[in-house]
């Protein structure tokens, strides 16, 4: 079977991660990585960058296919001034997510901004939006996920482009199936 | 002001985490604990217990209000046998959250089973529907936010029953309210 990425409509998405801390939480910031991923994000800008979290990711992206990257951004602030879209910082301070997700779908592009407890002052001034997932403490894994599926959808089951490997639905267990590559055709 | 939740419809949800590990992932699990919570579900039953983790998620209720709570499960299969409603694992190798959430959303309880990188086998069996958030690898965390979204939606703004504290959601900033207590009034 010819390998196709299931998208549904919606911006293209690209996420920046800030405050990620490499000794102490490198598990969560490879959740919010593979959440970007799985959940049709194109890129994660990582700050401060982390060459052994991108290097993670690329394994799982060879193994399960697309084109997703980590990229490293020691200059967060470049990385916004310089995006070629709408910047949605989410934080559980800003406007509920339900009023401002309509007119966020009809956008080009956008730039995801998730923190950790603390961010910096400036991101609430440096995005075009501060969006609210629920006003109530919780995860920026969580907020991400939920933001992204308002935006584009779950992607439905199928190889992605250049995967070697793809799950097959199943009511119970699991199955996967290996994908022919160019090379084994 | 009345302190009052906003809850949407859809059927109360309890979530079952399997495979913490107090040692190494504490952050993680309270991400998960906290998704659970600001999303509207009741309850979080923890395997293994991890009491200083309920402690720290009690202490976000006393500020931000609400009756969420977290209840250690030595023996997670007979949390799961004792249920009253349906119970859903969540894993990426299961059936399309799409093609069942319609069905989800018209059932009046349900437990939410989500574990880490490895599962028990048997999960999959005593489950009564394993749900894929799309079918790559991400996190518990994000499809437990995309699943519990869909069944209840984002909770709105305003106080939780018991608060001493709300957001107050603003477009640039923060800003949080004290709520005034039964002493205080």
Do not use: C
């Not at 102490?24 to 979290?53: Q, S």
């Not at 956008?110 to 006003?135: F, M, S």
């Amino acid at each position: 079977m010819p390998s196709r990425r299931p998208r549904s409509a919606g911006p293209s998405v690209s996420v920046l991660r800030l405050g990620h801390r490499a000794g102490r939480d490198p598990r969560l910031t490879t959740h919010v990585a593979l959440t970007a991923r799985a959940l049709g994000a194109e890129r994660l800008y990582l700050h401060p960058p982390d060459a052994a979290l991108a290097s993670r990711v690329d394994a799982v992206g060879r193994t399960w296919g697309g084109r997703f990257e980590v990229v490293g951004a020691p200059d967060w602030r470049a990385v916004v001034r310089q995006f070629d879209g709408g910047v949605v910082h989410l934080t559980m301070y800003g406007e509920p997510v339900a009023q401002r997700l309509p007119m966020l779908r009809r956008q080009r592009r956008l730039l995801l901004v998730v923190g950790g407890a603390k961010v910096p002052a400036d991101v609430y001034q440096r995005a075009d939006w501060n969006i609210a997932v629920g006003h109530q403490p919780h995860s920026e894994v969580a907020a991400l996920a939920v933001v992204l599926t308002g935006l584009r959808g779950v992607p439905g089951p199928g190889a992605w482009p250049g995967a070697r490997r793809a799950v097959v639905p199943q009511a119970r267990g699991k199955r996967v199936a290996g994908v022919p590559t160019a090379e084994s055709a």
